[in-house]
């Protein structure tokens, strides 16, 4: 399903008909701005309630609703721009916390990757949980869940790519036509452009470290181990090795 400007999408409320004219035929910097404004008040109320109404996003915003339709979209499209800027945002920080060089081997990049995303799912546990936890779920189609795991996961299938051209991943481990059960629609779409071997590592390198992640956000660890920082370190390196990453 994809929502139109005058569907009412699942987690979205109150999507007014674009205005035909008018105060809406704002110049491009206008528009922008207007677009900017808009998006970060969404972004705002889906984390405190993760749940959208337009109108209420065009009244704190200080515009008026039709001008959310004509100048932002539906509200698959608002969902989408805001789920965007969080992927941004969420790089940004993985890079000035992790600081691998790019010649680095694949097994450090990912390691450094995996630090900065714990350091990043720490730090914003409601974005975390909203964009990749159950709660993402019912707020988007298919198709806007490909494309946000897509942005997010964006530096990891990157490493990936290149760790494989390189020679230092070994999918001969992995039967040829194993299946990859249970992974969602759009997590495959995300990786569609891999082979199908390497799409499997990424399914289970993202899938453990999203798992960790979670348990730890919720506090389930600390009861567990001492060294959270040491322990998050050694389920990576195991998830690396059990991948065949050099």
Known sequence: MTATPHATHPF??????????????????????????????ARTELCQRHHLSIRAVARRAGVDPRDVA?????????IRRIFFEIAV?????????????AASSCRD?????????????L????????VLGPTSRPLMTETVAAEGVAW?????????????????????TIPGGRAQPGVRPALLAAARDLDPRL??????????????????????????????????DAHVRALIDGAGIA
């Open 89 to 101: 945002d969420a790089h940004e920080a993985m890079a000035a916390t992790s600081r691998v060089p």
């Open 12 to 41: 979205v409320e109150g999507e007014p008909a674009a205005a035909p004219g008018g105060a809406t035929d704002a110049d491009p910097g206008d528009r922008l701005a207007l677009v900017a404004r808009v998006v970060g008040v």
């Open 123 to 130: 730090s914003n546990p409601v974005e975390f949980s909203l």
């Open 152 to 172: 997010f996961y964006g530096p990891l299938l990157d490493i990936l790519r290149d760790g494989h051209a390189r020679g230092q991943i070994d999918t001969t």
């Open 199 to 232: 799409a499997l590592t990424f399914a289970s390198l993202s899938a453990g470290m999203h798992g960790y992640l979670m348990l730890e956000a919720c506090g389930q660890l600390g009861a567990v181990f001492v060294d959270l920082d040491r322990a998050f």
């Open 70 to 78: 004509r100048h932002v979209g539906s509200g698959d499209e608002l």
């Open 109 to 121: 990049r990912l390691l450094g990757y995996a630090r900065g995303y714990r350091h990043w799912a």
